[in-house]
């Protein structure tokens, strides 16, 4: 059975730092790419970033450019997401969800979703 789980979030003021991790089982971590994604109630979902031993790593908007990494460790079938300077229009729920093989920034296109874990940046 495919599970993903999400850990990490939590409450931070404006400029701090969160790592969310992702820990999935079930699957082939080679042969899959995981996404990340964030969303707000009453907004559409937003791919951030993917990585797969296909298509690497990826970062995906603009606005976390720069502030944000995502980072696999295949030792662990981890997928981390590291957040600096946080800010306010970075609060939401944090899912990660799993794909076969190429990475996509579409979240209809992955057929697996963890949970979900709240990031709630106080201004």
């Known amino acids: 059975e495919v599970q993903l789980v999400e850990s990490g979030g939590g409450l931070v003021q404006t400029g701090g730092s969160l790592r969310l991790s992702c820990i999935t089982s079930?699957?082939?971590?080679?042969?899959?790419?995981i996404g990340w994604f964030r969303q707000v109630p009453g907004k559409k979902r937003e791919g951030i970033a993917c990585s797969s031993t296909s298509s690497g790593s990826l970062v995906y908007p603009d606005s976390v450019k720069g502030r944000f990494t995502i980072s696999s460790d295949k030792t662990k079938n981890t997928v981390d997401l590291q957040m600096n300077s946080l800010q306010p229009e970075d609060t939401a729920v944090y899912f990660c969800a799993a794909k076969f093989y190429y990475c996509s920034r579409f979240g209809i296109e992955y057929d697996h979703w963890g949970q979900g874990t709240q990031v709630t940046v106080s201004s």
């Open positions: 079930g699957f082939n971590f080679d042969d899959y790419a």
